[in-house]
């Protein structure tokens, strides 16, 4: 079953508003977790790097004051995006680490599909 | 130069048929490398990771080259539901987590 969760899985919303997504770890602690952004028939790219009880750490050219991180506990970090414009339209996935010896292995949340109009 | 490049395809194959998807990652310091699936306007899942000796796991071998900076995936017998769109994914060394994903390929397997 699912290890990693996402609320909401589809959201759509007017430009100008705000708009929070949540990950959550089903049963175990993740101390980090990783923020990814997807456009259609684009790869993943990192956003952030969502780290417990400190800032989150951004990728060059994703406006952190755009994207709020709060990862207030091991076990939920959540995404806001505010101001959202139509080009905010995208599919956001959350990612945790799994811990094991195969450091690099993570456990993606099924995703978030967000529509600005 | 992107730091994980794969060639997008599509590859359209016949049920059986066997096919392979390159990659190429530009920095050395990689240290773990992986193979996700991701199916349409889903989450990646991970197939497998790649070892220096090479790996099997079942239909799917993965390999790797340190020296051309060059991973492979064969996947021999071709099943309908191996359709998927297959990731390239590299870590960096150190204590970060962090994965660079390629721009994925898209199989698509016919009956």
């Known amino acids: 079953g699912a290890v990693v969760s996402q609320h909401p899985s589809r959201v759509i919303c007017k430009s100008g508003t705000s708009v929070k997504i949540e990950c959550r770890s089903l049963?175990?602690?993740?101390?980090?977790m990783f923020w990814y952004r997807q456009f259609p028939k684009q790869s993943l790219m990192l956003m952030a790097t969502?780290?417990?009880?400190?800032?989150?750490?951004?990728e060059q050219g994703v406006e952190k004051d755009k994207f709020l991180i709060n990862h207030a506990s091991l076990t939920l970090s959540t995404l806001t995006v505010t101001s959202a414009h139509p080009e905010d339209s995208s599919f956001y996935i959350c990612?945790?680490?799994?811990?094991?010896?195969?450091?690099?292995?993570?456990?993606f949340g099924p995703g978030t599909r967000l529509t600005v109009t | 130069r992107k730091e994980v490049e794969q060639d997008p395809g599509p590859f359209n194959v016949p049920e059986g048929a066997t096919v392979a998807f390159n990659c190429t990652y530009s920095?050395?310091?990689?240290?773990?490398f992986f193979w996700y699936r991701q199916d349409c306007r889903k989450e990646p899942k991970l197939l497998m990771s790649v070892y220096s000796s090479g790996n099997e796991d079942g239909r799917f071998t993965a390999q790797l080259n340190r020296a051309s900076q060059y991973i492979s995936l064969l996947i021999r017998d071709s099943k309908l539901s191996d359709s998927a769109t297959y990731l390239c994914v590299v870590k960096y060394g150190g204590a970060t987590n962090k994965l660079i994903f390629g721009t994925g390929t898209l199989l698509a397997v016919q009956p």
């Open positions: 990612s945790a680490p799994t811990g094991g010896i195969f450091t690099g292995e993570q456990y």
């Open positions: 920095n050395s310091a990689s240290q773990s």
């Open positions: 969502s780290n417990e009880g400190s800032k989150a750490t951004y």
């Open positions: 049963d175990f602690q993740a101390t980090t």
